[in-house]
Protein backbone atom coordinates (compact mmCIF):
# COMPACT_ATOMS: atom_id res chain seq x y z
CA UNK A 1 0.00 0.00 0.00
CA UNK A 2 2.70 1.93 0.78
CA UNK A 3 3.79 2.00 -3.15
CA UNK A 4 0.01 3.10 -4.10
CA UNK A 5 0.45 6.19 -1.69
CA UNK A 6 3.87 7.12 -3.00
CA UNK A 7 2.79 7.10 -6.74
CA UNK A 8 -0.73 9.11 -6.13
CA UNK A 9 1.49 11.29 -3.73
CA UNK A 10 3.90 11.64 -6.82
CA UNK A 11 1.21 12.06 -9.00
CA UNK A 12 -0.75 14.72 -6.85
CA UNK A 13 3.03 16.45 -7.09
CA UNK A 14 3.10 16.52 -10.68
CA UNK A 15 -0.67 17.79 -10.99
CA UNK A 16 -0.09 20.55 -8.51
CA UNK A 17 3.62 21.32 -10.62
CA UNK A 18 2.02 20.74 -13.79
CA UNK A 19 -0.77 23.79 -12.67
CA UNK A 20 1.66 25.89 -11.02
CA UNK A 21 3.54 25.92 -14.77
CA UNK A 22 0.23 26.80 -16.48
CA UNK A 23 -0.44 29.74 -13.92
CA UNK A 24 3.16 30.81 -14.32
CA UNK A 25 2.88 30.76 -17.93
CA UNK A 26 -0.60 32.88 -18.12
CA UNK A 27 1.27 35.36 -15.59
CA UNK A 28 4.38 35.37 -17.65
CA UNK A 29 2.02 36.02 -21.17
CA UNK A 30 0.04 38.75 -19.22
CA UNK A 31 3.32 40.60 -18.43
CA UNK A 32 4.20 40.39 -21.85
CA UNK A 33 1.48 41.86 -23.20
CA UNK A 34 1.30 44.19 -20.43
CA UNK A 35 5.04 45.00 -21.06
CA UNK A 36 4.14 45.37 -25.02
CA UNK A 37 1.22 47.66 -24.54
CA UNK A 38 3.60 49.93 -22.38
CA UNK A 39 6.37 50.14 -24.97
CA UNK A 40 3.63 50.84 -27.63
CA UNK A 41 2.13 54.19 -25.74
CA UNK A 42 5.60 54.94 -24.55
CA UNK A 43 6.37 54.69 -28.31
CA UNK A 44 3.48 57.06 -29.28
CA UNK A 45 4.27 59.74 -26.83
CA UNK A 46 7.44 60.01 -27.82
CA UNK A 47 6.72 60.05 -31.57
CA UNK A 48 4.21 62.80 -29.91
CA UNK A 49 7.01 64.94 -28.56
CA UNK A 50 9.38 64.66 -31.34
CA UNK A 51 6.51 65.88 -33.00
CA UNK A 52 5.63 69.20 -30.69
CA UNK A 53 9.31 70.01 -30.91
CA UNK A 54 9.30 70.28 -34.93
CA UNK A 55 5.62 72.11 -34.53
CA UNK A 56 7.56 74.60 -31.84
CA UNK A 57 10.78 75.01 -34.48
CA UNK A 58 8.46 75.57 -37.09
CA UNK A 59 6.63 77.83 -35.31
CA UNK A 60 10.11 79.85 -33.92
CA UNK A 61 11.38 79.91 -37.76
CA UNK A 62 8.03 81.56 -38.53
CA UNK A 63 8.01 84.03 -35.62
CA UNK A 64 11.48 85.25 -36.99
CA UNK A 65 10.48 85.67 -40.48
CA UNK A 66 7.18 87.86 -38.95
CA UNK A 67 9.65 90.13 -36.92
CA UNK A 68 12.05 90.62 -39.77
CA UNK A 69 8.69 91.40 -42.00
CA UNK A 70 7.61 93.80 -39.26
CA UNK A 71 11.12 95.73 -38.72
CA UNK A 72 11.04 95.86 -42.29
CA UNK A 73 8.09 97.80 -42.50
CA UNK A 74 8.57 100.04 -39.94
CA UNK A 75 11.88 101.65 -41.78
CA UNK A 76 9.88 101.28 -44.49
CA UNK A 77 7.36 103.41 -42.69
CA UNK A 78 9.80 105.54 -41.88
CA UNK A 79 11.27 106.50 -45.11
CA UNK A 80 7.96 107.36 -46.07
CA UNK A 81 7.21 109.40 -43.12
CA UNK A 82 10.37 111.66 -43.89
CA UNK A 83 9.15 111.46 -48.26
CA UNK A 84 6.13 112.59 -46.62
CA UNK A 85 7.79 115.27 -44.83
CA UNK A 86 9.49 116.53 -48.04
CA UNK A 87 6.53 116.84 -50.31
CA UNK A 88 4.99 118.81 -47.84
CA UNK A 89 7.68 121.37 -47.70
CA UNK A 90 7.37 121.39 -51.37
CA UNK A 91 4.01 121.90 -51.73
CA UNK A 92 4.24 125.07 -49.53
CA UNK A 93 7.01 126.42 -51.98
CA UNK A 94 4.86 125.94 -54.89
CA UNK A 95 2.10 127.48 -53.13
CA UNK A 96 3.73 130.58 -52.47
CA UNK A 97 5.59 130.62 -55.50
CA UNK A 98 1.87 130.50 -57.20
CA UNK A 99 0.76 133.38 -54.87
CA UNK A 100 4.07 135.45 -55.92
CA UNK A 101 2.92 134.81 -59.65
CA UNK A 102 -0.20 136.03 -59.26
CA UNK A 103 0.61 139.11 -57.19
CA UNK A 104 3.15 139.83 -60.07
CA UNK A 105 0.24 139.22 -62.40
CA UNK A 106 -1.74 141.69 -60.62
CA UNK A 107 1.11 144.21 -61.01
CA UNK A 108 1.88 143.95 -64.64
CA UNK A 109 -1.90 144.42 -65.51
CA UNK A 110 -1.67 147.55 -63.28
CA UNK A 111 1.23 148.90 -65.31
CA UNK A 112 0.24 148.00 -68.60
CA UNK A 113 -3.29 149.72 -68.20
Do not use: P
Not at 90 to 113: G, P, T, Y
Amino acid sequence: AGRGQSKMAAGAAADAQARFGHSVKGLLTEKVTSCGTDVIALTKQVLKGSRSAELLGQAARNMVMQEDAILHSEDSLRKMAIITTHLQYQQEAIQKNVEQSSNLQDQLSHLLK
